[in-house]
């Protein structure tokens, strides 16, 4: 699976019990009864994603037709899984937007300040705390202003 998922692309196993690469796992697997097996990556434009394990307890389980399937399904199964990785990203993004839009609204409605101006305070904060602008913002929600009320410095 390691193999697999940091090197080759495809890894079958027909004997188990005769696998010489990986003598401990492999001797253990056959020991629990698994014949076969056979690893493929998961692998998508940006980086690779991990490795889709198939077992059988019989020997010489994944013909070639076997390999070309799994390596069909990997293929759907990586880009499922980066656009649901885009997606949670472009989600947490929205949210910090937002996050971020209502600590200015704050700011301005506690300070008197401009929309760039509470931009700029969240900002400062955010350098000179070295934190997160999302987290400063989420601290200026939570607070109801800034935190520890001091005002912002013009």
Known sequence: CLDTATGEATLRVDDLASEQRWLRWASGASEQGWGSTLSVKLRSDEDDIGALNLYSREVAAFDD?????????????ANALSQAKLVEGLRTAVDSRHQIGVAQGIL???????????????????????????????????????????PPAD
């Open 65 to 77: 037709h076997a390999v070309e399937v799994a390596e069909l399904y990997a293929t759907h199964a």
């Open 108 to 150: 301005m409605a506690r300070y008197g300040l401009r929309t760039d101006q509470a931009f700029e305070v969240l900002r400062r904060i955010s350098n000179d705390a070295n934190l997160k602008l999302r987290d400063v913002a989420a601290r200026v929600v939570e607070a109801r202003g800034l935190p520890g009320g001091t």
